[in-house]
């Protein structure tokens, strides 16, 4: 089961470059897509076994990340054969065959249990990601391609430094050396040398931070997320970003049983407060509606980075906000990419009468808006309450009121954007694409099904879910 997640998108892959019609690349894209949430579904019912020595294994954090990958991959496949037909008649060959490489490589992140499996498959996503991203091969692709590659490969450097240096805090001057399982280090976490840990996780967490899009090491982000094609900007928002997250939790749970709670709690405060204070400086007047979202998931992985820094019920919340986001988020690019087809324009006051133009799209963006920005009754709402409610119950007052001012500013800046595309006269001579007739059942079907889950995890939180977030939580510190 464990292998069937990795090696059944990753032998689609290599299926997808070697079918000639674009059609039945399509078809095979759902029917993995389908295939592995399947799988991933079982995975909730029977617990697979470890392989390979305990270096693959499913614990209640990877179940978590593994389920938002799949069914946001199932998500986007909907999505892109629907969007495909909107774009230019090319050959969509690297485009599938590339999104399942990623698929393959987001899910060997969620099952590794070895920090330098972790790093390999963390790597193969930036390898399997990086032609998504020049999908529409312009300069503008280009650049941000470029800029993803360079930024994140320093970042993917500097994690692997920090992999050395947690191999040498697991050798004991001369005894055996710990092997960089997880579950070892944890075990024998009295033997491990504090300084090295220290250095370890200061490197995991400025190297996978750069790929999660923590402030300030976000700077390709941005780019990435606005020049892919809608499809992928979603899952490299709602995905990816979780992923690399994962790569830092992995090390605070050996921190944690190191005791170093304190030394890494404060750390993810003071970067998940610098996250959401970048965010919002650059939301407000931002004219690029995508690259307006793509700061949304800097300020939201500030959330989660926050959350588990104060621990506690913060921790709960982290893992429930990390799902709520990944929900709303890929929604809001499914939607960018219903405007852009429809409008020609990613910029914002080149966007107006949303509603009369797309009125389900419009109604969607509207409903995705008030999602993100937390409001009542959508699931952020629960999720950025309970972490909030985490600062001031353990009494970090400071710390509330500025995750408080920085939400207000981050609602008045997205609304300041959001609302007038959304209202009034369409734009006179903006065209969009010649072939978008409406709103296909698929451009629209599959965001309003996410808009929904959001809608009713604000209002209920089902059982296994609320006890899957809560195992998860205590593996990082937390309490629900």
């Known amino acids: 089961m464990l292998l069937g997640v990795v090696l059944v998108p990753l032998v689609g892959a290599g299926v997808a470059f070697l079918l000639r019609s674009n059609r039945l690349r399509l078809a095979l894209l759902i ?65 599938v065959g590339c999104l399942l490489g990623f698929l393959a490589a987001m899910s060997l992140v969620t099952v590794s249990q070895h920090l330098g ?18 999908f529409h091969h312009s300069q503008r692709s280009l650049e941000a391609t470029w800029k993803y590659l360079l930024i994140c490969s320093v970042g993917i450097a500097l994690a692997l430094l920090g992999t050395f240096f947690v191999a040498l805090a697991g050798s004991d001057h001369g005894a055996d050396q710990l092997s960089l399982l997880v579950s070892e280090l944890i075990s024998h976490a009295g033997r491990l040398h504090l300084p090295w840990l220290k250095g370890g996780f200061l490197f995991f967490l400025v190297g996978y931070g750069t790929k999660m899009g923590l402030a300030p090491f976000h700077t390709w982000l941005p780019d990435a997320h606005s020049e892919a ?32 709670a304190s030394f890494v709690q404060e750390l993810l405060v003071v970067f998940g407060l610098l996250s959401l204070f970048v965010a919002a400086v650059f ?13 949304s998931s800097v300020e939201h992985m500030g959330m989660l980075s926050l959350g588990v820094g104060l621990g506690g019920a913060g921790a709960y919340g982290a893992m429930l906000h990390a799902v709520n986001h990944s929900l709303t988020k890929a929604l809001l690019f499914f939607v960018a990419g219903n405007i852009l087809l429809a409008h020609g324009t990613k910029i914002a006051t080149e966007v107006r009468g949303v509603l009369r133009r797309l009125p389900v799209s419009g109604a969607l963006l509207l409903g995705g808006f008030f999602a993100i920005t937390g409001a009542p009754p959508f699931g ?22 500025i995750y408080l001012a920085l939400l207000a500013v981050v609602f008045l800046g997205m609304g300041a954007i959001v609302l007038p595309m959304a209202q009034g006269q369409p734009v006179a001579g903006v065209t969009g694409s010649s072939h978008v007739r409406g709103e296909s059942g698929l451009l629209v079907g599959v965001p309003l099904v996410l808009l929904i889950a959001v809608l009713v995890l604000g209002l209920y939180v089902p059982p296994g879910l609320k006890e899957a977030l809560t195992h998860a939580a205590q593996l990082v510190g937390g309490t629900p």
């Open 283 to 295: 939301i407000v007047g931002q004219s690029d509606y995508k690259r307006m979202l793509a700061y």
């Open 117 to 134: 499996l972790l790093w390999v498959a963390i790597e193969g996503t930036t390898l399997a990601s990086a032609p998504l991203i020049y």
């Open 229 to 260: 094609p809608s499809p992928a900007s979603a899952l490299l928002s709602g995905a990816l970003l979780n992923c690399a997250f994962l790569g830092i939790l992995r090390l605070f749970q050996v921190c944690l049983a190191a005791g170093l």
């Open 380 to 401: 952020l709402f629960l999720s950025e309450f309970t972490i909030l409610n985490a600062a001031v119950s353990q009494g970090h007052p400071v710390v509330a009121t």
């Open 31 to 95: 029917g993995i897509a389908v295939f592995h949430l399947a799988l991933v579904i079982s995975c909730w019912y029977q617990q697979p076994a470890s392989l390979l020595g305990g270096w693959l294994a499913v614990d209640a954090l990877g179940r978590i990340f593994l389920t938002l990958v799949s069914v946001l991959f199932v998500c986007a496949a909907l999505y892109a054969v629907g969007y495909l037909q909107h774009e230019p008649r090319r050959s969509n060959r690297t485009f």
